[in-house]
Structure formats: C-alpha cells, structure tokens
Nanobody, 118 residues
Framework: QVQLVESGGGLVQPGGSLRLSCAASGFSLRSYAMTWYRQAPGKERELVAG????????NYADSVKGRFTISRDNAKNTVYLQMNSLKPEDTAVYYCNAAHMFIDHNYWGQGTQVTVSS
C-alpha cells in the first residue's frame, strides 16, 4: 500500500523547535521531489519547503527562510522538516507531498498538526 505518513507535530511555545518526519511506504522516494505544505484554518494550502530527488537543491517560502530546513534520507525513505524559532503564524496542519520526476505519480500524507502558542 502506497502511503506517506507525517509525524512530529504538536504544541510548542513561540521560539521553540519541532522536527517533522514524512515516511514513505509501498514505494521508494528516490525518484520523487518532496515538498512540505501547510494549511492554516481559513487559509489556502501553501508551499513551505521543497527538495529535489537527490537532495541537491532546496527551496523555501520567504516566511520560513532561515528558520526551517528540509532534508531527506533516501536510505530511510524519509523526508524531514526541521523548524526552529517557531512563531504563532506557523500554526497549521503540515502535509508532505511526493511528486515523481518523470511520471504522473503524486502522493499526499494525511497531515500533522503544529500549534505554536504560549
């Protein structure tokens, strides 16, 4: 069964850190570009960070540059999002997405809630 499962979300105080994980099962992430998105209540889903299949290139939303880091471990079939200096406006459900480089295969995880509040 093809599946992406996010984990690592939770409640954290402003200025704190969290590390999200996105683990794939049923397929290999090696040929997939991976992207983290988030969706806050009442807002559209937005791109947070992306990484190419081999991890050689990354991109970030302006709002998270310098605070978030995306990485991947293809041997573990897992992608990570290290989030530092968290702000209340980072509160959202975070989703990971896998997009195949050459064929029309695109998968989403179920999301993990991140809440930044004192």
């Amino acid at each position: 069964q093809v599946q992406l499962v996010e984990s690592g979300g939770g409640l954290v105080q402003p200025g704190g850190s969290l590390r999200l994980s996105c683990a794939a099962s049923g397929f290999s992430l090696r040929s997939y570009a991976m992207t983290w998105y988030r969706q806050a209540p009442g807002k559209e889903r937005e791109l947070v960070a992306g990484i190419t299949s081999a991890g050689g290139s990354t991109n970030y939303a302006d709002s998270v540059k310098g605070r978030f880091t995306i990485s991947r471990d293809n041997a573990k079939n897992t992608v990570y999002l290290q989030m530092n200096s968290l702000k209340p406006e980072d509160t959202a459900v975070y989703y990971c997405n896998a997009a195949h480089m050459f064929i029309d295969h695109n998968y989403w995880g179920q999301g993990t809630q991140v809440t930044v509040s004192s």
